[in-house]
């Protein structure tokens, strides 16, 4: 047999086969030429591979006739015009608009039937007829949030009320009393702050039940660093009980952060070193306690001390407690310790404000024969009140979204038999504009503001370093009232690993120096994600406005956090 034979073969059988799988042509066509131009308009699919999916489609397009008010359509016959085409004839009869549903407020509120019409009256409402079924399905589903989650609601005496309209009786089927919750049982992480199920997601026994609610609520789990919803709530109905069913497990929260920092002393032209501290333990006692601790000892022979203690829903009672301690040491000038005391009120899971006192003690280590004026031994007490908000995002490299703080402060303070009201102003707020999935900018403001009539050198703030202006050291720059401006461009290479730029500005004026300067940090750095921890490198050069660039200027930074 020849080799021709073959290939004609093949050929007859590659046309044999798209003659079997030609394709089926549909029109649909109505009474007039009005009808079929509202049929036309109507979506439905005009190529078939075979009779079934025609007869399919059109049943379909019946069906949605029906839902914008032809239900008097008729499908009349289905017509073969040829070998591949079908004509498909109907007859749509009168439209109907709307249609008219009278009610009794006893089991149904006249609130929540205008969440589904902008015509609701005493006695009866006004639908569209193309949104009836979302409608009707939205107010039982609110009916069911009352605390009846079986309820059943169903249009009867359907009848025609004129030409555009038709009406019915709204009738509630409830196949069980009202339930509320009896009992909430945890699953995976059974030790969960039972003030928290009160006081943070709001859930409560004897509440009604309302399922949509429940799911709401435990959403916000997303905020808490300690715990995480492993799947959705479930709900167990009994005869005569309601048992709600979370399924909670314990996160790592508690970290460590540490870095090392050095730089080319001016004076010495020799490298400095210096260290910073920060523990933060959360949740250890299962009671949504988190406790801070950092100690910071840098190259300007400065030593800084500070821990915090907070106490959320204080005997499960809405209101939790701060109490924390600073010391700070500077060389053999002086030494100021802070106590802090403070109540706040967590409004909702972002969100919290604060009511308290901080109590300050600072004494001048100077001796008399090198004593200074603008140091001198002082006590204050300052009455403040804060307000904070935080937001996280799924990302662990960066799972703060969004952070604001304000603080306002008024008191007094007294040195040499003399006592001056301050008031204190403070600010912290940064966001992360995330741009896609590998970049995002990041942008910070801090500042804050002390106003006395006379100041003194150990009052006054002190900031530089890796958690203010970058590209100077650790608390080389004092002020009485400065803001600075954070930004980073991030790029992230992978889940592990990111780079970003740093451009850094500040602005601080010194009433006591009278002193007024703007200041720059310019550089980059990465973050890297190992089994130890988040590993964070920072390379900046910081100069003021009237400074020339200099790369012995230039600090580096490294930090690591670790999560356990």
Known sequence: MSKSFFLSFIVCILFSSEAI?????????????????ILDSISYRKTHIDLNTIKQEVDSLQKNLFQIGYIENEFKRLKKENDSSYLAFFRLKHIYKDIHIYYEEAFVKKSILQQVSNQVYDDYFVLPFNSIENSLYSINTKISDLGFPFSEIQLQDISIKNKTSLQASLALKETSNKRSIDKIILKGYEK??????????????????????????????????????????????????????????????????????????????????????????????????????????????????????????LFN???????????????????????IAKL????????????????????????????????????????????????????????????????????????????????????????????????????????????????????????????????????????SLYALTNTEYRYQLSNSLYIHSIIDFAYLENDLTIQKEKLYGFGFGFGLLTKAGLLKFNYANGKSENQKFKFSNSKIHLSLTAIF
């Open 21 to 37: 799988s030609q394709n089926f042509h549909l029109k649909v066509v109505g009474e007039s030429e009005f009808e079929t131009h």
């Open 192 to 313: 969960f702050p039972k003030s928290y199920l009160n006081h943070y997601l709001k859930l409560k026994r004897n509440k009604t039940f309302n399922l949509s609610e429940i799911k709401k609520k435990t959403e916000v789990l997303k905020e808490l660093k300690f715990a995480s919803q492993i799947k959705e709530p479930e709900v167990l109905f009994t005869k005569d009980s309601t048992i709600l069913y979370l399924y909670l497990k314990k996160a790592k929260s508690n970290n460590f952060d540490g870095f090392l920092g050095f730089g080319t002393n001016e004076a010495t032209s020799k490298i400095d070193f210096n260290g910073y501290l920060n523990l933060n333990l959360n949740n250890n006692l299962n009671t949504g306690e988190s406790f801070q601790l950092i100690y910071k000892s840098d190259e300007n022979d400065q030593k800084t001390f500070n821990a915090n203690l907070s106490l959320p829903y």
């Open 317 to 339: 009672s809405p209101l939790g407690a701060e109490v924390g301690l600073q010391i700070f040491k500077k060389d053999s000038s002086f030494t100021t310790v802070n106590q």
């Open 344 to 479: 706040f009120y967590q409004i909702n899971p972002q969100t919290k404000i604060h009511l308290g006192i901080n109590s300050t003690q600072s004494n001048s280590l100077l001796s008399e024969v090198n004593s200074l004026p603008e140091i001198q031994d002082y006590n204050s007490n300052m009455y403040n009140l804060r307000f904070t908000y935080n937001k996280l995002q799924n990302n662990f490299l960066f799972n703060k979204n969004l952070f604001l703080a304000i603080e306002v402060g008024n008191g007094k303070r007294s040195f040499t038999n003399t006592t001056e009201n301050q008031t204190l102003l403070y600010i912290d707020a940064f966001k992360i504009f995330n741009l896609n999935n590998k970049n995002s900018a990041y942008i910070r403001i801090n500042g804050s503001g002390l106003f006395s009539e006379n100041y003194l050198e150990n009052e006054l703030f002190r900031f530089g370093g890796i958690n203010s202006i970058r590209g100077f050291e650790e608390n080389s720059l004092t002020a």
